[in-house]
């Protein structure tokens, strides 16, 4: 029977402990990364290390191999995926949200226009687009209340015609006294006495929706104070504030925003039979300009007072 000697056991078991202390430190050295061993190449799923089989030294192989009197070693650094558990239970539903609420109006709507029904009997809901009572076309509809007094804004039929049946014609009219300051007329003064901020507050009334009722009553009121009182026909709020049809006499000359409404809800969608061309609103900008509406370009700009090539169309509310 083979005997081992007591000394060469020891040796042996030295050299065993030797090879498990170095083989640990390499492993901790690789997944440590220390001095870039591992870290290099973070692909690599295996350590190799070379035990040398005199001394039991060992080193990492960063080939992977080892020479002839050295004894290879190696550890998997990563292990293969378990199996997948099993698929959890479906949770509970939820609550279902609360339902909106329906949108409210804040006005009470007139059931006076007549819409795209078979009949000619304005008893619809008036809205944008529908004829209203006085025969035009629906162009504004204050669903939010707004603005006071009124809820709708309806264009005439047609364009308003001055004196002698003229298709167009000036803001207002060279006769003396007709400015506000009663020294010269309403074509080179303003029709207003109020200055600083109460002449910014009053213009931008009347240059808003359903602005232009008051704004056409000051320049007919400019007018009448004139001497002598100027006829209607020869200037555009006259024109317009004289207007008349089926049954309805309160039109009024637009503001530059009741202008803007009517190109956008009426003349962008080919109805309301505007001309190609500039017409007046009764929006004064300074002494010598007023606001106009081009409804060829859908642009608005100033024309002198003087001008006589634009156009009127009267409105109204209801």
Not at 27 to 42: D, H, K, L, P
Not at 155 to 179: L, Q, R
Not at 199 to 215: D, E, P, S, Y
Request: glycine residues 12%; charged residues 15%; aromatic residues 8%.
């Amino acid at each position: 029977m083979f005997k081992t000697k007591k000394s060469q056991v020891r040796i042996w078991s030295t050299h065993f402990g030797a090879l498990m202390l170095t083989a640990g430190v390499i492993v901790g050295i690789a997944i440590g990364g220390v001095g870039g061993v591992i870290a290099a190449s973070s692909t690599k799923s295996k350590i190799v290390a070379c035990a040398n089989k005199t001394t039991g030294a060992m080193r990492y192989s960063t080939s992977g191999r080892c020479t002839k009197t050295e004894t290879k070693v190696s550890w998997n650094l990563a292990g293969t995926n378990g199996t997948a558990g099993a698929k959890g239970e479906t949770g509970a539903a939820g609550t279902n949200g609360t339902n909106g609420t329906n949108a409210t109006l804040a006005i009470t709507q007139q059931s006076v226009c007549d819409g795209t029904d078979a009949d000619a009997t304005a008893n619809e809901v008036c809205k944008v687009g529908m004829t209203g009572p006085g025969g035009g076309l629906i162009f504004f509809v204050d669903y939010n209340d707004e603005y006071a007094t009124y809820d709708y804004l309806e264009a005439a039929p047609a364009d308003a015609a001055y004196a002698s049946s003229a298709t167009t014609g000036a803001w207002a009219t060279s006769v003396a006294k007709c400015g506000a300051a009663q020294s010269t007329s309403c074509l080179t003064a303003t029709i207003y006495t109020e200055t600083a901020v109460a002449l910014a507050t009053i213009k931008g009334l009347h240059r808003g929706l359903f602005g232009g009722k008051t704004a056409t009553a000051s320049i007919v009121a400019r007018h009448d104070a004139a001497a002598p009182a100027v006829a209607k026909n020869t200037y555009a709020a006259g024109v317009a504030d004289d207007y008349a049809v089926n049954g309805k006499s309160d039109w009024w000359l637009p503001s530059k925003d009741e202008l803007g409404k009517m190109q956008e809800n009426l003349n962008n969608k080919g109805v309301g039979g505007f001309a190609a061309d500039s017409y007046w609103s009764s929006s004064e900008s300074t002494a010598g300009t007023a606001w106009r509406q081009d409804f060829s370009f859908g642009s608005q700009g100033l024309n002198y007072k003087t001008d006589d090539s634009a156009y009127v169309r009267p409105v109204r509310a209801f």
